[in-house]
């Protein structure tokens, strides 16, 4: 089956999918009739995985007691903003900063106190997300497909140099995304959502569980005609998705769980903006007949078993492969492929040594494989596929100590990691973290030193294309692994039993031998060293039930040296100094949320081009933005909710890219 022909079907099938679901599981609903009993449950359920946190430390732990700067967005948020889109959530946190080039299904990109989309390390279900064809072997083309699944329980964002923990590409942090699992009885939802330019967004979920066992499906669908910006063309986007997983308890302390996630996306493709000879903004435009198709998945299994009360372990395997095919033209041939395919394992053991001791000693595997594609000589006419094919492989070693002194109030962590990989020298890291709680007060202190790395991707490495038919190279076999040492100190403190809290920290973290590309030798370097250093700060305050106010606000200082000669340091390009996010939340009756999101952004530097070809680093306006949305519980089972997005209509881009304007979203969703 031909591209084109497979998008189509897609097309076809899962609105099918997603209509069929909830008639399915309404059958199941009936036969069990607990629909109350479900909703106590979840609830509960939900309450609980607010106060534990996994990323932190590699092992649960409650989110008083951890000893560095972690944030959660749960479902819960999702539904108070009816924000499907990951990263639109995770923008709203102290820290984050989301880039997004136009709209829905346009290149995304996230970053975690200044640092690169290569520095962020992307997980499902605690195992790692990888694109190993990736230029930086990140994750960036693919973060514009991460809608959030039905049973999303939380995504946890862990911030600063966590390599010890998690290894090469978490110099800047980790975020990882967790379904819900182990529900008990029979669930189901059905979501539609409509918008402007024919967008449609829906997902559904088909879940069963009992005390030993569950299974749980949820498919997703977006597509929409897109913008246009003016131009003939518009800007088209279709993504067929779904999340998945299951688990089994053989004994009452062990268990086997798979998971999976699976995206299938096609983009239309367009000009980069630019300046005319009078320094106005030239706006980007779609093309007619180029279009980038992607496609993500992996599957996991994760086995755990409590041995005595003072070891238990966990097992964990990945198979992942990501797909990316650029299309330049209609003719038969006139494509780039960068396919990749990564498989993991990794081994935890936890050692409970006494109340105030607890070892975590662990291992991991990780074998990657890039395979490249280029036409022969296109300009010729010879669209004959040429491949590049490169693997290699990397074993880490890590342990932690975690100690939990002078009755539970001070706790201080130990880390390190080794990492031996087939192509570069060993590398060790570690990372040493405290916190102290002084419980009368509510006050708690914390602080986090660490050294991170990251090695290179295989396309640093190896990458090249075909012009002329003749092979241009820019990998570089001579690349050594990027290093940082980065630190934190904040302090965080709840009033009035909780109903205020607020907290400041100032980070910092310094990169040596950061991988560049060097636009005159045409190849990856060595070159340049960086600082990212700033203070993020939140205040949440909820004194009544019917009103909350969430408020953060980042300063970031990101800045490099532009090559190994230079002396002057520049200021990092696309990244906003000042960001404020601040969003009300009302409840003024049970059946009624009403949540107001306004966000400010301050100038940014954008490297553009002008008429004359020159590079020109192009300062972009600062930015308000006003998003308002609502939700109404009309029946038991059924929710009717609508969005504004951009509800002033402000006219701003996003790193020279337009962005739309005042946009209407709408549906309902129905659940059991």
Not at 75 to 82: F, G, K, S
Not at 136 to 152: A, P, R
Not at 292 to 312: F, H, P
């Amino acid at each position: 089956m031909n591209t084109r022909k497979r998008i189509y079907v897609h097309q076809l099938v899962l609105p099918l999918t997603l209509a069929l679901t909830p008639l399915l599981a309404l059958q199941a609903a009936a036969e069990e009739q607990q629909a109350a009993q479900q909703a106590a449950e979840k609830q509960h359920i939900t309450q609980t995985a607010e106060d534990i946190v996994v990323t932190a430390s590699r092992s649960e732990t409650s989110i008083e007691e951890t000893t560095k700067s972690i944030d959660v967005v749960d479902a819960a948020d999702r539904e108070d903003l009816q924000q499907y889109f990951l990263p639109e959530l995770l923008d709203n946190e102290p820290g984050v900063v989301l880039r997004s080039l136009g709209g829905l299904g346009q290149w995304s990109n996230l970053s975690i106190r200044g640092a690169g989309s290569q520095y962020t390390q992307f997980q499902y279900n605690g195992i790692p997300l990888r694109d190993a064809a990736d230029t930086q072997s990140t994750l960036q083309y693919f973060i514009e497909d991460m809608y959030s699944g039905s049973n999303l329980d939380r995504v946890e964002i862990l911030k600063g140099t966590n390599s010890t923990l998690y290894g090469s590409q978490a110099m800047g942090g980790v975020v990882n995304i967790i379904p819900k699992k182990w529900q008990s009885g029979p669930s189901a939802e059905w979501r539609n959502e409509v918008g402007p330019n024919s967008t449609y967004i829906g997902n559904a979920r088909v879940s069963y569980g009992k005390e030993n066992y569950y299974v749980d499906f949820n498919p997703m669908y977006i597509t929409t005609d897109g913008e246009s910006y003016g131009g003939p063309n518009s800007y088209n986007y279709d993504n067929t998705g779904a999340t998945f997983g299951g688990g089994v308890k053989p004994t009452d302390n062990s268990s086997l769980e798979f998971s999976g996630i699976f995206s299938d996306s096609d983009l239309t493709l367009g000009s980069t903006p630019s300046l005319d000879a009078n320094g106005n903004l030239v706006k980007n435009q779609a093309y007619a007949d180029q279009h980038r198709e992607g496609q993500l998945y992996q599957l996991g299994l994760n086995w755990n078993q409590t041995v005595s009360s003072l070891w238990d372990y966990t097992l964990k395997g990945s198979q992942g492969a990501t797909e990316r095919h650029y299309f330049w033209s209609n003719t038969n041939g006139d494509q780039s492929n960068y396919d990749g395919e990564t498989s993991y394992l990794e081994m935890q053991h936890n050692l409970h040594v006494s109340d105030w001791l607890t070892l975590n000693l662990g291992a991991d595997y990780e074998k990657s494989v890039y395979d490249g594609q280029e036409p022969q000589d296109k300009y010729s006419g010879d669209y004959t596929p040429v491949s590049f094919d490169e693997s290699w492989g990397n074993k880490d070693a890590f342990t932690q100590a975690q100690f939990a002194l002078m009755d539970r109030s001070l706790f201080i962590n130990l880390g390190g990691r080794y990492n031996d990989h087939d192509e570069f020298d060993g590398e060790a890291v570690w990372e040493t973290s405290a916190a102290y709680l002084v419980k009368a007060t509510g006050t708690m202190v914390h602080a986090h030193l660490g050294t991170g790395y990251r090695t290179p991707g295989l396309y640093e490495i190896y990458g090249g294309y075909l012009s002329g038919g003749t092979l241009v190279t820019v990998g570089n076999p001579d690349l050594q692994p990027e290093e940082s040492i980065g630190y934190e100190l904040g302090v965080d403190q709840s009033f009035v039993d909780g109903k205020v809290k607020v907290g400041a920290t100032y980070f910092a973290t310094q990169f040596d031998d950061m991988i560049i590309f060097d636009s005159l030798d045409y190849r990856y370097e060595n070159a340049t060293e960086g600082e990212n250093s700033g203070v993020e700060t939140y205040i949440r305050v909820q004194p009544w039930k019917v009103v909350k106010f969430d408020l953060a606000y980042t300063y970031i200082d990101s800045r490099y040296k532009a090559d190994a000669d230079a002396t002057d340091w520049t200021r990092k390009e696309y990244l906003p100094r000042n960001m404020v996010d601040f969003i009300v939340t009302f409840y003024p009756m049970d059946k009624l949320t009403v949540a107001v999101d306004v966000k400010w952004q301050d100038e940014k530097i954008v490297p553009l081009y002008d008429a004359s070809w020159s590079k020109v680093r192009w300062q972009e306006d600062d930015v308000t933005t006003v998003n308002l949305s609502t939700t109404y519980k009309a029946l038991q089972n059924m929710d009717l909710f609508a969005r504004i997005d951009n509800l002033f209509d402000a006219d701003y881009t996003e790193s020279g890219y337009c962005m739309p304007g005042l946009s209407v979203y709408g549906g309902v969703k129905l659940h059991f």
